[in-house]
């Protein structure tokens, strides 16, 4: 798959922050790296806990950094895992939240060596539950 230097920038901050991850108890790294509507990049790793429950997925820790910042709107999203594994349905939910258009939110999955997949928000969210604003 050919990228475009935006999308390229995108998945090379997810695969960076994959280096950060705190997972002692699955061994799994996972980076994320989400970019909002003004064209900034906040990225996240997942953070494990003794009490497992507690632990928090990449993706979440980078719409939260996002939305902790001010922004309001992610436009697109780039998880890296060990094994090209896309983002889990928690996950799906929370970054649905503050993307305007499902359809329009572009999803990529890469493991560290190679791009696996392009999705739309909307193809990994069917029938999303939102609130009328
Ligand atoms: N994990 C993520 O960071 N993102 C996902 O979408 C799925 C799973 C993390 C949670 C846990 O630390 C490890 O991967 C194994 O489930």
Redesign the pocket.
């Known amino acids: 798959m050919v990228l475009l230097p935006e999308h390229k920038e995108l998945t090379q901050a997810a695969r960076a922050a994959r280096a950060h991850a705190y997972?002692p108890y699955?061994n799994?790294a996972?980076g994320a790296a989400v970019r909002t509507e003004d064209g900034r990049i906040f990225t996240g790793c997942?953070i494990?806990n003794a009490s497992y429950g507690l632990?928090i997925?990449?993706?979440r820790v980078a719409v939260f950094n996002a939305i902790a910042a001010g922004a309001r709107q992610i436009v697109a999203v780039a998880?890296c895992t060990p094994d090209g594994?896309a983002?889990?349905g928690a996950?799906r939910q929370v970054l649905a939240e503050f993307a305007p258009d499902l359809n329009a939110c572009t999803v990529w999955v890469v493991r560290p060596d190679e791009v696996v997949a392009r999705y739309t928000l909307a193809e990994l969210l069917p029938q999303a539950f939102r609130l009328d604003r």
């Open positions: 997972a699955s799994y996972v997942n494990e632990s997925c990449a993706e998880v594994a983002p889990c996950c």
